[in-house]
C-alpha cells in the first residue's frame, strides 16, 4: 500500500524499510545499541524494542562523547494543539538520554511554523499554544539547569540573525525538491526549514566553537535536517546527528496519531472518561466474537491498544510479553486488553496533570527570551 511520509503530512501504513532507504538514514544496529549500553548502563525500552530504529551519525557523536566531547541536544514540537501521546514519545527519549549522559538540552516550540502552515490558525493561537505546551515538556521532568524552550517569535532576534545565513544557501529549487512546495505556498512556508535548522548549531554559535549536536524526533521531520546536514558545513558547523523514532499509529485503522486529526489521538489534556471512550473504539486485533477469539486469539501486531502498550505505556519487557503471548492465544480478550490500556494510559495522565499545574511556576527558568 501507498504511505507518504513529509514533516506536515503522513498517510497510509509507513515501511519503515522502504522509508530507511528513501530517506537515505541508518538502521540502529546491536553493535550501537552495545556502545550506547557501555556508555550509560542500560539501554532504554524504546532502543531496544527498535522504536527509536534509525539514525545519522550516532557513532559519531558516541565515539566523541568517549573521548570527552560532550554533545547535546535538541528535539522540538510545532505548537498546533495540545500534545498528543505521539508527541511525548520523543520528548521523554531525549529527557532519558540527557540524563544519561548530563548533557544539554535545546527544545523548540515553533509558532511561527504553524501559523504559516496551518490556515485556520492565528499568530495568536499558536504562540499561546507554545506556552501550553511548554508545561506539557516540562510536566516530564526535564532538568531546569540543562534545558532551554525557545518559542520562535519569542527568540525571534537571535533566532532570526543566524537562520538568514541558513536560507542564503539554500536554493528554492532544492527546498521544492525536499518539502514539495508549489508556486501557491506563501513565502514563509519556504523559509522555515532554516528557523529549524538554527538550534543545531545555537550550541555552537555560543561557545564559540563546534559542538556535535543530536536530534531525537519522530521520522517525519528527518527532511529539514536533511537540508541542514548539507547546509551547516557550509557556515563551518558540524553536521546534526539524529535519532529517530516510529509514529505511534493513531486510534483508527492505519495512520498515525496526528493532532490535526483530533478522532485519530489522545491529547494530554484529555479526561479519563475520554480516554476510556477513546480506546473504547480503538481498531483492534481481537476476533468477531468471544468463542472466535478464545480459540484463534488476538492479533497484537495490529491492535492499536496493545500497540500502546509497546510504544509507551508498557516499559516492562517480561510484562509486555505475558501480555501479548496471553493475547495471541486468546487468553486475554479485547476488552480486557483495552482496560489494561486504559489504566496505564489515565495513571500516567493523572500525574502528568499534577506536573503541569507545578510547570507554571517553573515556565521562566526554561524559556529564553532575546
Ligand atoms: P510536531 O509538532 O509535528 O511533532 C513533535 C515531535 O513529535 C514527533 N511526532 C510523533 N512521534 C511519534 N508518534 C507520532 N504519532 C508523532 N507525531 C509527531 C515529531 O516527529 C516531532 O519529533 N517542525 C516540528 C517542530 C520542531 C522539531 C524540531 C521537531 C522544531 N524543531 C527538532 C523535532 C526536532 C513539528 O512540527 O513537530
Not at 39 to 68: C, P, S, V, W
Request: proline share 4%; aromatic share 10%; glycine share 6%.
Amino acid at each position: 500500500m501507498a504511505f507518504k511520509v513529509t514533516p506536515w503530512e503522513v498517510e497510509g501504513d509507513i515501511d519503515y524499510e522502504k522509508l530507511i532507504k528513501k530517506f537515505g538514514l541508518d538502521l540502529i544496529e546491536d553493535n550501537i545499541l552495545k556502545k550506547i549500553k557501555d556508555i550509560t548502563g542500560d539501554n532504554h525500552f524504546m532502543l531496544q524494542r527498535k522504536i527509536f530504529f534509525a539514525h545519522r551519525d550516532l557513532d559519531f557523536i558516541l565515539k566523541e562523547y568517549k573521548k570527552g566531547n560532550k554533545f547535546y541536544l535538541y528535539t522540538g514540537r510545532g505548537p498546533s494543539e495540545n500534545l498528543h501521546l505521539g508527541h511525548l514519545m520523543p520528548l521523554k527519549f531525549t529527557k532519558y538520554i540527557q540524563e544519561k549522559f548530563g548533557v544539554k538540552c535545546y527544545i523548540q516550540l515553533t509558532d511561527d511554523e504553524k501559523f504559516l502552515f496551518k490556515d485556520k490558525l492565528s499568530l495568536e493561537d499558536t504562540k499561546k499554544m507554545a506556552y501550553e505546551n511548554a508545561l506539557d515538556i516540562i510536566a516530564l521532568g526535564f532538568n531546569k539547569k540543562n534545558t532551554k524552550i525557545i518559542i520562535d517569535t519569542e527568540y525571534a532576534k537571535t533566532l532570526y540573525n543566524h537562520a538568514i545565513k541558513v536560507a542564503k544557501k539554500i536554493t528554492f529549487s532544492t527546498a521544492k525538491a525536499v518539502f514539495g512546495f508549489k508556486n501557491s505556498s506563501n513565502i514563509g512556508q519556504i523559509f522555515y526549514t532554516s528557523m529549524q535548522a538554527v538550534p543545531a548549531f545555537l550550541e555552537s554559535e555560543k561557545k564559540g566553537k563546534n559542538i556535535p549536536c543530536l536530534i531525537p524526533h519522530g521520522v517525519d521531520q528527518d527532511p529539514h535536517f536533511r537540508v541542514s546536514r548539507d547546509v551547516l558545513p557550509k557556515l563551518g558547523y558540524m553536521k546534526p546527528a539524529s535519532i529517530q523514532c516510529k509514529l505511534m499509529p493513531g486510534l483508527l485503522e492505519g495512520g498515525k496519531m496526528s493532532a490535526s486529526v483530533p478522532k485519530s489521538a489522545i491529547f494530554t489534556t484529555d479526561s479519563p472518561k475520554q480516554v476510556q471512550d477513546k480506546i473504547q473504539n480503538a481498531f483492534s486485533g481481537g476476533k468477531e466474537t468471544l468463542k472466535e477469539h478464545r480459540e484463534k486469539g488476538g492479533n497484537p501486531d495490529i491492535d492499536i491498544p496493545f500497540q500502546y502498550l509497546k510504544f509507551f505505556f508498557e516499559p516492562d519487557n517480561k510484562r509486555l510479553k505475558k501480555i501479548e503471548e496471553d493475547y495471541r492465544e486468546g487468553k486475554i480478550l479485547t476488552g480486557e486488553l483495552k482496560q489494561i490500556t486504559v489504566e496505564k494510559i489515565n495513571n500516567f495522565l493523572e500525574k502528568h496533570r499534577k506536573e503541569r499545574e507545578k510547570a507554571k511556576k517553573k515556565l521562566d527558568n526554561f524559556l529564553l527570551k532575546d
